[in-house]
């Protein structure tokens, strides 16, 4: 399956080394090899970077390595697909607009017989399983709320209880993000780190690059990587509880509640996982 990168702050920061390690699990030290995507926000906006090559091949993400660009929240992907033939527009990040901001999907998973009725506020460009869960839940926050935007703590409640919906059909690990938090949630596996002062050294897995972070953040930095599995070997991550939903502010986790995993599907997984 796909694996996920994610980061939230408390004030801009580039994520090139994260994704430096990150880059290299696209067809180089892993096998996800068809395609990425990684997506910044700039307030409201955001700037999303796609590519259907391998990730540890592609000039785009070389690009992204030596261009630091600063963002408050950042997702990323490399794709092993399991729907939706190998085009740039089954790559994730999916981006969408609700309430005058950008919205940013990305997922790690398989959703199995998963075809909603979507009302056609937010329809699915490709094919992926994915894109079709983004649209659904952006359509049933459109419904849920209508003109107006909620809060952190009711947003994060309307999307605990459609992800519980949506674990019923499979592996549903996901980052969410509207430019102003991130969520997370994971069926199978996800990692996060908080980095904060004092700010020490880290050393990649997948590549030999290390950096010490007390040469280049400040007090009051703060950031949370969240990933599929740690990008580094010398720092300790924090797994995820299967069906743990978490939200980020701010560069720390804001709020979690566990959800619901179906045994059927917690066998499933179990099966996958194993295979890996």
Not at 48 to 58: E, G, I, K
Not at 59 to 86: C, E, F, M
Not at 177 to 206: E, K
Request: aromatic share 10%.
């Amino acid at each position: 399956m796909c694996q996920l990168l994610g980061m939230n702050c408390a004030t801009p920061t580039d994520i090139t080394f994260s994704f430096t390690g990150f880059a290299a699990r696209g067809g180089g030290t892993d096998h996800h090899a068809d395609g990425f995507g990684i997506a910044f926000y700039e307030n409201r906006g955001s700037r999303c970077f796609l590519d259907n090559a391998p990730c540890c091949q592609s000039p785009v993400a070389d690009l992204i390595k030596h261009y630091p660009i600063k963002s408050r929240n950042v997702i990323a992907h490399i794709r092993k697909a399991t729907q939706g033939a190998l085009e740039l527009e089954n790559c994730h990040p999916f981006v969408r607009e609700l309430w005058g901001r950008h919205w940013l999907f990305a997922h790690n998973g398989d959703l199995k017989s998963f075809a909603p009725t979507l009302r056609g506020d937010c329809l699915p460009i490709g094919q992926t399983d994915s894109e079709r869960a983004f649209c659904y839940m952006m359509e049933g926050l459109r419904a849920q709320f209508g003109t107006r935007e909620p809060d952190d703590q009711e947003l994060f409640a309307a999307v605990a209880e459609m992800t519980a919906e949506l674990t019923r059909h499979g592996v549903f690990n996901f980052l969410l993000s509207n430019g102003r938090c991130m969520l997370a949630h994971c069926s199978t596996l996800l990692t996060y780190i908080v980095r904060a002062w004092p700010f020490q050294v880290a050393h990649l897995v997948d590549t030999d690059v290390a950096v010490d972070f007390a040469n280049v953040a400040g007090r009051g930095d703060c950031v949370a990587v969240i990933t599929t599995k740690p990008l580094t070997d010398n720092e300790t991550w924090t797994a995820f509880r299967t069906g743990e939903l978490m939200m980020f502010v701010d560069g720390r986790p804001q709020s979690s509640i566990q959800i619901d995993i179906p045994e059927h599907i917690q066998r499933s997984n179990r099966e996958n996982l194993a295979c890996a």
